[in-house]
């Protein structure tokens, strides 16, 4: 078991982390996800926890804050008649199906490898954060039939392989289908939820050797680091809020997509050097 003298600077790390997902969630609309993976990956590395599997490790524990702070936020936007019902049942059956199917793939894939995917996946995300225009359009309307039958499962896959909720993926297809961002940002924030809940039922059966698990962990989710990160993020995320509504968040949402864009090719770099 790992001692106090450890666990206490450890902690606070987490709850440092946590918040600093939360103002972004709240400013950018950005989910945590996409800061919390890279953020644990070096903390628990730091804590001597680095392994083939710390990967999944990441992964599944942010994708467990996801169930609660997705909850929360499709609520809020709900109580302001933003959210696309018939978008998220349309699109749900096709994300379980390839979120279930990112569990597999994922606990079954080395830790370099995540870092790849990861890594590769997030500078894609950097580039449409820092350089993508709104007014680009690839059709009128939401997609049906065999295109929607192709890309939900590829929304809920991804997102796993990625340990993000639905915003990353969602926003941007909502968007180039027409649906105003507004909506399409309350909207992706149910796909968070429709993805985390089955792929975390799905990582906490995942059997992983107890001397690579940080403390706390059951199956590939690590508990302490959850409840830390959730504390953390429903505090400062409507500060967060406050700060976007007081100014234009797009010029920090593209000077954030840079710095995306860095921390994945550094991830890039360790899974690749070694």
Known sequence: MTDISTLLPFAALIAVIG????????????GGGIVLVPAFFYAFSGLGYGSPQLMQICLATSLATIIVTSIRSVSAHHRKGAVEWSILKSFAPGIVVGALIGVLVASSLRSAALQVIFGGVASFIGLYMAFGNSAWRLGDEMPKGIM?????????????????????????????????IHRAVATAAGFGAIIAIPSVIGFLFVDLPGDVTPP??????????????????????????????????????????????LVALNMLRKALMG
């Open 148 to 180: 929607r039958v192709v890309i939900s499962p590829l929304i809920g896959f991804l997102s796993v392989l990625m340990g993000i909720g639905g915003g990353s993926f969602g926003v941007p297809t909502m968007t180039l289908y027409g649906v105003p």
């Open 19 to 30: 918040a600093f997902a939360g103002v972004l969630a709240g400013l950018l609309g950005v």
């Open 216 to 261: 706390f962990t059951v199956g590939a989710v690590n508990i302490a680091a959850f409840g830390l990160v959730i504390c953390m993020t429903l505090l400062t995320a409507p500060l967060g809020a406050r700060i976007a509504h007081a100014m234009d968040p797009k010029p920090l949402k593209r000077a954030f997509g840079v710095f995306l864009i």
